[in-house]
């Protein structure tokens, strides 16, 4: 079994920053591109930022200049660094994988975690 866990949410006001975090656990034997997603009551969810294994990154236009994706391969971990936070990124953030486990012959799957919320408001 593989799990994901976010940590690092919680209230900020506007202009502030949070750092969230993702760290993998279970029989892994890789993991690939992983990626912040985040999702408001109002809205699908959306692509927030990915890093692939090498690091190269990539960002929503909302987010670009404010928001850095890394990671930490020897800790199977995830982050997610938040600055000039707005109003409008309130939401709940998810962080996705894509793992090889031990079990699989080949080809990998899509992993999320149970969510984190981000609240940004005076």
């Known amino acids: 079994q593989v799990q994901l866990v976010e940590s690092g949410g919680g209230l900020v006001q506007p202009g502030g920053s949070l750092r969230l975090s993702c760290a993998a656990s279970?029989?892994?034997?890789?993991?690939?591109?992983m990626a912040w997603y985040r999702q408001t009551p109002e809205n699908q969810r959306e692509m927030v930022a990915t890093?692939?294994?090498?690091?190269?990154?990539n960002y929503a236009d909302s987010v670009k200049g404010r928001f850095h994706i890394s990671r930490d391969n020897a800790k199977n971990t995830v982050y997610l660094q938040m600055n000039s936070l707005k109003p409008e990124d309130t939401a709940v953030y998810y962080c996705?994988?894509?793992?090889?486990?031990?079990?699989?012959?080949?080809?990998?799957?899509?992993?999320w975690g149970p969510g984190a919320q981000v609240t940004v408001s005076p």
């Open positions: 890093i692939t294994r090498g690091s190269s990154t």
């Open positions: 996705k994988a894509g793992i090889r486990t031990y079990s699989m012959g080949s080809g990998a799957s899509d992993y």
């Open positions: 279970g029989r892994i034997l890789n993991i690939y591109d």
